[in-house]
């Protein structure tokens, strides 16, 4: 990839705090990004909070306050949670920034003027208790397609399908369950059906991992319908001369990137059209459950309003907790501050586990055993065990790096690492990247085994250091490649080596040591944990999931 490149991650719904789920999505996107600017690639990373839609609407009603109130306490929260997981975001916007209000509405305008949209006459659900029509999470009944039990805008219990406002089968109040009446009101619609020829062609060309572009295609065979594109709300980008109108969450949540792009742009002076109009590449990372909205809506919109459609489209496989599919409402779920941050556990440990536990496009369960035996063993055991006893042997008999030349073959297994990660790259298989590391963490273990220098410091002081050196550019070449998996520890072996330094090109992995660089006393990178610990955090889970389903 030459091209300049705009990277965005789905953006997280603020209803709520993090969870393990969003981690999915935002880890390996930011390791995406670090690797690309490694590679000296101009990247813009761009993310933001989602903040219309029904389920925040509920929920303000539910606590007694404003929307508005709910969307700015976890605006706050996801501003100040990404940097404590080491994800950097170029530019973290909002989708209720008047930026985007203009930037949906223009759009909209264009699609309309282009032929795209049009406004129908519909009867949907009305509450007469509530004295309201029922949009989305206002509503529960069956799923049309598989007869689960389903809310009014997706089958959550069943087929995980997108259902259109009416489709809900025996219908009540998601409020009160009072079963509503019909009524007649306004809404649009984007002419999908005129985009089946080019959502055809341009699935087959859409790179990115396969689960995005099958599952999108499945839908593109099985017909597609016109999409309504508003909903009978007060909260939200309102339709322009159409009171008690909004435009769906999912039309203006994709628009919220160019608009955090636009924020980004008036900031720093930068050109958004370049990656919106212009030649930029733009690649979306995204969870399993929003791809017909990023590989079926998204594009259509931004075809028919004249805008440049992503060029790849990265769907991880879906998150399960202890075994079982993540859901916040039968208690399978972490939340990353109180069950982990709070803990004084290590964000780079987690990053790990979320990139190394499976291929992206397979489901990942985070279960705290599983977790317990990858940092003891690979974190602990392999990595941290050759940083520090290599740091340790170092400062004890040279306090700095000694006099030595890289062997070739040492020379030859990083250059060989460097290969496999920009690989895994090209494949977002973060796991290959991972796997990577630990993989050069451990031949460092068996060179500096074999080597010997503790016996060769008094028979041969000369081969005793030429091992140490080895050992040492092995250390500086892993502090520069696990960088973008490690931020945080990475700026530590840095620290430990007696040159400070971050943000480090790929190049550096293979440039020389300085001899004579003082070398300080190392402390431990990573700590065990404890079965103790596990013990506790697995009880934690049991508890969560007994009462949600008491």
């Given at each position: 990839?030459?091209?300049?490149?705009?990277?965005?991650?789905?953006?997280?719904?603020?209803?709520?705090?993090?969870h393990?789920?969003?981690?999915?999505?935002?880890?390996?996107?930011?390791?995406?990004?670090?690797?690309?600017?490694?590679?000296?690639?101009?990247?813009?990373?761009?993310?933001?909070?989602?903040?219309?839609?029904?389920?925040?609407?509920?929920?303000?009603?539910?606590?007694?306050?404003?929307?508005?109130e709910?969307?700015?306490?976890?605006?706050?929260h996801?501003?100040?949670?990404?940097?404590?997981?080491?994800?950097?975001?170029?530019?973290?916007?909002?989708?209720?920034?008047?930026?985007?209000?203009?930037?949906?509405?223009?759009?909209?305008?264009?699609?309309?003027?282009?032929?795209?949209?049009?406004?129908?006459?519909?009867?949907?659900?009305?509450?007469?208790?509530?004295?309201?029509?029922?949009?989305?999470?206002?509503?529960?009944?069956?799923?049309?397609?598989?007869?689960?039990?389903?809310?009014?805008?997706?089958?959550?219990?069943?087929?995980?399908?997108?259902?259109?406002?009416?489709?809900?089968?025996?219908?009540?109040?998601?409020?009160c369950?009072?079963?509503?009446?019909?009524?007649e009101?306004?809404?649009?619609?984007?002419?999908?059906?005129?985009?089946?020829?080019?959502?055809?062609?341009?699935?087959?060309?859409?790179d990115?991992?396969?689960?995005a572009?099958?599952?999108?295609?499945?839908?593109?065979?099985?017909?597609?319908?016109?999409?309504?594109?508003?909903?009978?709300?007060?909260w939200?980008?309102?339709?322009?001369?159409?009171?008690?109108?909004?435009?769906?969450?999912?039309?203006?949540a994709?628009?919220?990137?160019?608009?955090?792009?636009?924020?980004?742009a008036?900031?720093?002076?930068?050109?958004?059209?370049?990656?919106?109009?212009?030649?930029?590449?733009?690649?979306?990372?995204?969870?399993?459950?929003?791809?017909?909205?990023?590989?079926?809506?998204?594009?259509?919109?931004?075809?028919?309003?004249?805008?440049?459609?992503?060029?790849?489209?990265?769907?991880?496989?879906?998150m399960?907790?202890?075994?079982?599919?993540?859901?916040?409402?039968?208690?399978?779920?972490?939340?990353?501050?109180?069950?982990?941050?709070?803990?004084?556990?290590?964000?780079?440990?987690?990053?790990?586990?979320?990139?190394?536990?499976?291929?992206?496009?397979?489901?990942?369960?985070?279960?705290?055993?599983?977790?317990?035996?990858?940092?003891?063993?690979?974190?602990?055991?392999?990595?941290?065990?050759?940083?520090?006893?290599?740091?340790?042997?170092?400062?004890?008999?040279?306090?700095?790096?000694?006099?030595?030349?890289?062997?070739?073959?040492?020379?030859?297994?990083?250059?060989?690492?460097?290969?496999?990660?920009?690989?895994?790259?090209?494949?977002?298989?973060?796991?290959?990247?991972?796997?990577?590391?630990?993989?050069?963490?451990?031949?460092?273990?068996?060179?500096?085994?074999?080597?010997?220098?503790?016996?060769?410091?008094?028979?041969?002081p000369?081969?005793?250091?030429?091992?140490?050196?080895?050992?040492?550019?092995l250390?500086?070449?892993?502090?520069?490649?696990?960088?973008?998996?490690?931020?945080?520890?990475?700026?530590?072996?840095?620290?430990?080596?007696?040159?400070?330094?971050?943000?480090?090109?790929?190049?550096?992995?293979?440039?020389?040591?300085?001899?004579?660089?003082?070398?300080?006393?190392?402390?431990?990178?990573?700590?065990?944990?404890?079965?103790?610990?596990?013990?506790?955090?697995?009880?934690?889970?049991?508890?969560?999931?007994?009462?949600?389903?008491?």
């Amino acid at each position: 990839m030459n091209r300049a490149a705009l990277v965005t991650c789905g953006l997280p719904y603020v209803n709520g705090p993090a969870h393990i789920a969003h981690l999915r999505t935002y880890v390996p996107a930011d390791i995406f990004v670090r690797l690309l600017r490694k590679l000296g690639q101009e990247v813009v990373f761009i993310c933001g909070s989602d903040t219309h839609g029904t389920p925040i609407t509920v929920k303000a009603e539910a606590e007694g306050v404003t929307p508005l109130e709910i969307i700015k306490e976890y605006h706050k929260h996801f501003l100040e949670f990404f940097p404590r997981m080491g994800i950097r975001f170029t530019n973290y916007g909002s989708t209720d920034h008047p930026l985007n209000h203009s930037r949906t509405i223009q759009i909209m305008d264009d699609l309309r003027e282009n032929g795209h949209v049009y406004a129908n006459d519909l009867k949907l659900p009305y509450c007469p208790n509530c004295d309201r029509f029922l949009p989305d999470r206002y509503q529960k009944g069956t799923c049309p397609h598989c007869g689960a039990s389903a809310r009014g805008d997706e089958c959550d219990q069943g087929c995980g399908r997108y259902l259109e406002p009416g489709e809900l089968i025996d219908t009540r109040c998601g409020i009160c369950s009072t079963k509503p009446e019909k009524r007649e009101t306004r809404h649009y619609f984007l002419k999908l059906t005129t985009f089946e020829g080019f959502l055809t062609e341009y699935l087959q060309g859409l790179d990115g991992t396969e689960i995005a572009r099958n599952y999108a295609k499945k839908w593109v065979e099985g017909g597609l319908k016109d999409w309504n594109i508003t909903r009978n709300l007060d909260w939200g980008i309102k339709v322009p001369g159409e009171p008690g109108l909004v435009y769906y969450v999912w039309v203006d949540a994709p628009i919220g990137y160019i608009a955090s792009t636009e924020e980004w742009a008036e900031r720093t002076g930068g050109n958004w059209k370049y990656y919106w109009k212009g030649e930029g590449s733009l690649i979306h990372f995204i969870g399993p459950g929003i791809i017909y909205h990023h590989c079926l809506f998204w594009p259509s919109m931004l075809k028919g309003a004249g805008y440049n459609v992503p060029d790849a489209v990265i769907a991880s496989g879906t998150m399960k907790v202890e075994g079982h599919v993540f859901s916040k409402s039968r208690g399978y779920v972490i939340w990353v501050e109180e069950d982990y941050l709070e803990k004084g556990l290590d964000p780079d440990a987690l990053r790990y586990y979320i990139a190394s536990y499976t291929g992206h496009n397979r489901d990942l369960d985070f279960a705290w055993h599983a977790y317990g035996e990858k940092v003891n063993k690979e974190l602990v055991g392999t990595l941290g065990n050759f940083l520090y006893r290599t740091i340790l042997f170092a400062h004890r008999n040279y306090q700095s790096v000694p006099e030595g030349k890289v062997d070739p073959m040492v020379m030859a297994e990083v250059e060989n690492t460097i290969e496999k990660i920009r690989d895994g790259l090209d494949e977002y298989e973060f796991k290959k990247i991972a796997d990577s590391i630990i993989g050069l963490a451990a031949y460092g273990n068996r060179y500096l085994q074999s080597g010997e220098p503790w016996k060769l410091t008094k028979t041969d002081p000369e081969k005793a250091a030429e091992t140490i050196h080895n050992c040492l550019w092995l250390i500086k070449a892993l502090a520069v490649l696990m960088e973008a998996i490690f931020p945080f520890k990475a700026k530590e072996v840095w620290r430990q080596l007696g040159t400070p330094k971050k943000d480090t090109l790929m190049s550096e992995a293979l440039m020389p040591l300085d001899a004579g660089t003082p070398i300080a006393k190392p402390t431990p990178i990573f700590e065990q944990v404890s079965k103790e610990t596990i013990a506790e955090l697995s009880e934690l889970v049991s508890k969560r999931i007994e009462e949600a389903s008491g």
